[in-house]
């Protein structure tokens, strides 16, 4: 992989991770049109830590006051926000566990399968833009339940954060809410995947078959681009504009299908 090759996949990465339009979807397009022949498992892990550090940043105060609190060993607010967190990783932990030979099997299915998963992900996107279903606060049912849309969301095209925000403002959620919540609950997976990863002694450069600086690239570009997206999404939650993400997935779909 050259170091232009993981420029780009690193931007594609980071400003797709967060933005409602399925950050693998995107990926496997980008290596379509820019003929990249890389399905490096290391590479994947890092430009998704990248994107991590980024919410760690954006997030940075919420996570201290929830780390302040857990460590207060009270059933206090914080503590209950991080059992919700914990909650919403059992669906994923399931996948990764009892399914990961399937799942792997699925970044196969080619242009056509990602069309239908973006055009899935535009539906949710606007039926969560129009519904107006009751408020309700964030609970443990509600945590297992968007849990169960990110472990749905590993369909390449079917958009994680797009997933799990629908999910959430269906289940009545206030938007910030649901949009901070989305973001947090993804942690704890990635990095967990990034560790074993690292003592597995696979994030060498020499065991993942690529220079040193395309590695280095793609974490700096996954990293910067996906700080700006998550401000960008936490904005445009805010003021409801999740219908332009969703006719941009119809596009981006159509044309999937028609240059597949």
């Known amino acids: 992989m050259s170091w232009f090759e993981a420029l780009i996949l690193g931007i594609v990465q980071g400003l797709t991770e967060f933005l409602p339009v399925s950050s693998s979807g995107h990926l496997l397009i980008a290596k379509e049109l820019f003929g990249i022949q890389t399905d490096n498992l290391v590479f994947e ?37 991080v059992l919700f967190i914990l909650v919403s990783m059992i669906p994923v932990f399931v996948v990764g566990v009892f399914f990961k030979d399937q799942v792997e099997m699925l970044f196969g299915g080619g242009m056509k399968q990602i069309s239908i998963a973006l055009y899935v992900t535009a539906l949710l996107l606007l039926y969560a833009t129009f519904a107006k279903p009751k408020e309700k606060p964030l609970n443990y049912s509600r945590s297992l339940l968007i849990g169960v849309a990110q472990a749905v969301a590993v369909v390449p095209g079917l958009s994680r954060s797009g997933a799990t925000i ?3 403002l269906l289940c009545g959620m206030k938007k910030e809410e649901v949009t901070q919540f989305s973001f ?24 993942s078959g690529i220079a040193i600086l395309p590695l280095i690239i793609g974490f700096l570009s996954a990293f910067v681009s996906g700080l700006f997206a ?7 939650v805010k003021q409801s504009k999740l219908s332009w993400f969703a006719l941009y997935c119809i596009l981006v779909a159509s044309l999937c299908l028609i240059f597949a």
Request: with cysteine.
């Open 45 to 81: 892990v890092l430009v998704h830590a990248a994107t991590v550090l980024s919410v760690i940043i954006v997030f940075r105060h919420q996570i201290l006051d929830l780390i302040k609190g857990l460590f207060k060993f009270t059933y206090n607010s914080q503590t209950k926000y």
């Open 166 to 168: 629908s999910t959430g």
């Open 184 to 207: 947090l609950m993804v942690l704890v997976p990635i990095l967990g995947e990034a560790f074993l990863e690292l003592i597995g002694g696979n994030m060498s450069s020499a065991s």
């Open 230 to 236: 998550c401000k960008i999404m936490i904005a445009l």
